[in-house]
T-cell receptor, first 117, second 114 residues
Framework: DAGVIQSPRHEVTEMGQEVTLRCKPI?????LFWYRQTMMRGLELLIY????????DSGMPEDRFSAKMPNASFSTLKIQPSEPRDSAVYFC???????????????FGPGTRLTVL | KQEVTQIPAALSVPEGENLVLNCSFT??????LQWFRQDPGKGLTSLLL?????REQTSGRLNASLDKSSGRSTLYIAASQPGDSATYLC?????????????FGKGTLLTVNP
């Protein structure tokens, strides 16, 4: 299995531009997570999907952030417009089952390092 | 609110030494605990997941223990190697209806010197 795949691995953009991060979860996994990692705040859960449905988006910082999961093998996290404070590493993770009573082992992708100038 | 603390924040040891990394959590009503490894500029690699009903879990030179009642877990690394150098994170799911949400510790940065 290729594991969780994320693209791009690095993204440098200017303030105000739209940024789209992509994720392909492990085949057969029903849960998908988007995390953000910064030195100040560590790892934070942004949004959680189960069976392609957003279950918890309480971690999405503000309306500039949106995420979609149109099918079981693809998800996007979009930031529009981007700001310098969005600079961070964004991780996608997937797990086998999940749901509200999840707690399954989560497998992480390599991350996208975003720099907003 | 669950809080996870990892001690020490950084550890430097000579190659071959056995070592213990510590993780403590405030809410003992956890389903499991997961240990991860993160290499610089890379993603997180899952090392071990211990279910709440287990006391320990082993994988190669790694052994993780869990004591729910005291809110503690340890990761034991035997015969450390320079390739073990990385940041080690522990994470626990929230209790109640949102146990898909992991709370992470800030990690222990391990350096194994040749």
């Amino acid at each position: 299995d290729a594991g969780v795949i994320q693209s791009p691995r690095h993204e440098v953009t200017e303030m105000g531009q739209e940024v789209t991060l992509r994720c392909k979860p492990i085949s057969g996994h029903n849960s998908l997570f988007w995390y953000r990692q910064t030195m100040m705040r560590g790892l934070e859960l942004l949004i959680y999907f189960n069976n392609n449905v957003p279950i918890d988006d309480s971690g999405m910082p503000e309306d500039r952030f949106s995420a979609k999961m149109p099918n079981a093998s693809f998800s996007t996290l979009k930031i529009q417009p981007s700001e310098p404070r969005d600079s961070a590493v964004y991780f996608c993770a997937s797990s086998l089952a999940g749901g509200l009573m999840g707690g399954d082992e989560q497998f992480f992708g390599p991350g996208t390092r975003l720099t907003v100038l | 609110k669950q809080e996870v603390t990892q001690i020490p924040a950084a550890l430097s040891v000579p190659e071959g030494e056995n070592l213990v990394l510590n993780c403590s959590f405030t809410d003992s009503a956890i389903y499991n605990l997961q240990w991860f490894r993160q290499d610089p500029g890379k993603g997180l690699t899952s090392l071990l997941l211990i279910q709440s009903s287990q006391r320990e879990q082993t994988s190669g030179r790694l052994n993780a223990s869990l004591d729910k009642s005291s809110g503690r877990s340890t990761l034991y690394i035997a015969a450390s190697q320079p390739g073990d150098s990385a940041t080690y994170l522990c994470a626990v799911p929230n209790s109640g209806g949102s146990n898909y949400k992991l709370t992470f510790g800030k990690g222990t940065l391990l350096t194994v010197n040749p």
